[in-house]
């Protein structure tokens, strides 16, 4: 009988591993326009919503047993019954369960942005990005090239294939929550999609040698006309240099 009741418990308990799992899968079919950096602050906002709720719970739990059983005087000895195998087993079994549902379908939450985050949009404006020690080249698709310094227009993908002349270097672009590396001999990849108009930091985070730290430029997210006119004015004339 006991056998029995375990295996119950265990299916029991197994449901919400389960029911979370396909939830986390069913929210890779959305539709909307995915912006990465609104998708890994969501993730981390949920992340953090579980971990007070399941911090709260246990708290409560654990003040209530703390009150329940506490000595009226220092004479008092303990009275409490054995528990039963089922019972033992529910106290290791439930905690588990709840920790693990949760991981596995933040897990699996994190594996969707990552793919939709790996899946470039179609129309995504492409800048090519070449680094070396200890700076960053940037060549944009009208010819024009720029020196620590990616100029992009607002409100669209940006696609940045990553080269590296030398060694290996790592692309970070915190405001928009993308990092990447750059490998010599091939060529990278990782997108991200500015909404608004403003300057952002771009750096190395990958230790590539004396003036490591000092590898650093900026993204400047301009509206779509004076992205538009930038590119007019500064790309290369027919028969003339950049």
Known sequence: MGKINIKRLVRLFSIPIILLACAAHATGGDTTEYIPHEGWDELWREMMIDIAAIGIMFALLTVYLLIR????????????KKLSPVAALGWVLIPVFVFLADDIYLGLENFVHYKKFRN????????????????????????????NEMRVPAGRPVHVKLKSRDVIHTLFMPDFR????????????????????GEHVMTCTEFCGTLHSSMHGKVIVMTEDDFSRWIEENKPKEGGAV
């Open 69 to 80: 059983y506490k000595r009226k005087s220092p004479q008092d000895t303990g009275t409490a």
């Open 120 to 147: 470039v949009p179609q129309n995504a404006y492409t800048v090519e990005v070449m680094s070396y020690m200890w700076g960053w080249e940037i060549e944009y698709s009208e010819g024009i090239k720029t020196q």
């Open 178 to 197: 993308v990092k990447w590396d750059a490998l010599p001999g091939t060529v990278q990849y990782l997108w991200f999609y500015p909404t608004k108009v």
